[in-house]
């Protein structure tokens, strides 16, 4: 009854009305001016933080805007390298897209991988959220604008905002001309990318819009043995429709597809070797294949068998806003199928242990609605009154093998030949079902309570209902060597998890004059529990577990300046927040099964700052900065003690977050200078720079340390619409690890994902 009167209310409601709940520009190139510092000013960032358009210096939160443009300087193409726009933001991901891709802002985000878990970074593109963050994964495409949100934004939108927020709008049809782009580049490891658009006016009241991009390169390792892992071929296409009948009614139709179809993710590096590598290796030469060098820097890696991937992201999204005269009611509606197919060399090596087949499958609707408003008396105030609801259903499935060699290898282990049953073939299959209800209620309101403050108060409730069901519907033999270790088979389960909250925000804000801005705030941020899906989210027979984790509940407090000066040349905005956490939700990879804890409490307090300066008429210089003083788990037993002599060991108490850096900054020089009429020399040259981090929550190891170097220089011909430019990522090439992982089957044993190395190329763009 609960579930059903919520979704005939929203359906409901849903065939009355469509609308685009927030659209969003962001503009921040300083354009060539004459030669005069007061006239040598940056342009005015508009963003949608707030549910409105308003410039980004009145916006009483932290936000960083990027247009189209700044994303093509920085070569900012798909989630994975976001953090060139901030160093407050950074990804993640290893093997399986859908539980292995993590979004952190300011330290905080999902931590490790989890089958079930949805980001405490909300990902809305073009208004619809997305559930798994794996699904912007593929290449930016026809992206007109990209805004991150720092910190909770519960009481702005409907879905999980409890670290902060990641909104990315397409290029909209417009009704005025034929216009377009092609862009082609091409670079090292055989990298080629092509991609363009076209907007065509079909009436006075109707335009469509097409994109399309192709994408392909070789994998970074190398295969001792011939060819490269980690290839990547991806492909995507989008179709806008916008229909504009009169002043007062907006809709929009947005149709994309998205597919990769690789040998992705299985190269790994072998950073520390636990007893049993060389026997591993052995195997490997006995079946035929010689072993990856032991050295990083060398990024070799190799598998068998082949590792096929392939991700199916596709959707469509129905967007009209009306204008009733007393406001805006908007409405959006999504439909999204997320597929994840893939077969893996769950022993990471040439030799023939252990391979599995997986699938994923998600089916989400989500439909929202608005209204945005201003109120007059008893004093002014704008306003945004909301209604949220998704339904996700998921179903996933692994089935296990026993390779060629397993027989042998597991023989060794146990030192006794024949104890454990491991001849080649299917010996498991397990089957996950989960199902994800949300509806949420919110508000927020900001009031001019006098001529230089503004009182913000917001508020939303959320109901959260989910289900997790697990069977193990074929499982071979109790003397199955992981049956021996105790790990499989799991006791099947079927539970459900539901949970309401209360939260909301209040900020102060103050503007001494037009340049500068100030505010203070405190926001109460909210994620869900659930459900685990794993075959050990129970237990073993004899040994059971709740397979629920807990809510996870976040006190943002925070205060912040925005000051334009040097006669508008010069913007500097800076922010200090402390966050209070309870139950932080961490997930766990420990080499064959993932589990879930809640530290019970943990905290995080620093700063960041971003600096813009336009030096002269010509010369862009930027700089922004977060420090992390504190990024820790509590101390608590429940999260395990570390031994500082064994860092390959767990142990998470006291200890700080995974992949949250006590320093990350970005320092850049951006160049825009005429050479002769209608030509100009364009460029930009970045340093990124990361303190030492933990890369896992399962390990104590770390990365020291890294800086890398970026640059890009180029011929822009404005009489000809055209762009040529030649660029370079990591130009010291600096090896380095993103995350640490538990080489499966090898107990202390441990492999490394590294980061991309030096990369360049060449790209032409033509503009019509």
Partial sequence: MYRSTKRALLMGATAACYALSFQSTAQETAEPVPV????????????????????????????????????????????????LLTPSISFRKTNFAASSSNIQIRGIGTAGNARTFEGAVGVFIDGVYRTRSGQALANFLDIDNLQVLRGPQGTLFGKNTAAGALLMTSASPSLDDVEGYVEGSYGNYDAFNLKGAVNLPLTDWAALRVAATHTKQDGYFDDPNGGTLNNIERNGYKASLLLEPSSDLSIKLIADYAKEDDNCCYGTADFFDGPLQGFVDSLSIANGYQPPSDDISAFEATSFPETPNLIEDQGISLQIDFDTGAGTLSSVTGFRRFDVTQDQDVDFSAADLLDLYETFRSRFFSQEFSFNGTMNAPVEANYVIGAYYSDEDLRMARNLFHGSQAQDFWDVVFGVPGLAYAAPGLFSAERFESRSESFALFTHWDFAIAERWNLILGARYSSDSKTGRFENPYFRSMLDPLALAGVVPGLEYDDEFSDEAFTGTISLQYRPNADQMYYVSYNRGYKSGGVNLDVNAAGVPGNYSSPLYDPELIDAYEFGGKIDWAGGAARTNFAFFYNDITDLQVAQFLGLQFAIINSPTAEVFGAEIEQTYAINDYLIAKGSATWLETADFGDDPVLGIADPDRPYLGGMSGRRFSTSPELAANASLELDYPIAPGIALTGLAQVQYTSEVFTNTASNLKQEAVTLLNANAGLSFEDHDLTVSAFIRNATDEVYVTQHFNTPLQDIDRNAYLGDPRTYGVMVRKTF
Avoid at 49 to 64: F, N
Avoid at 65 to 71: I, R
């Fill in 36 to 83: 005069n510092e007061s006239a040598r000013t940056l342009n005015t960032v508009t963003v949608t933080a707030q549910r409105r358009e308003e410039s980004i210096q009145d916006v009483p939160l932290s936000v960083t805007a990027a247009d189209s443009e700044t994303l093509a300087k920085l070569r900012v193409d798909n989630v994975e390298n976001i953090s």
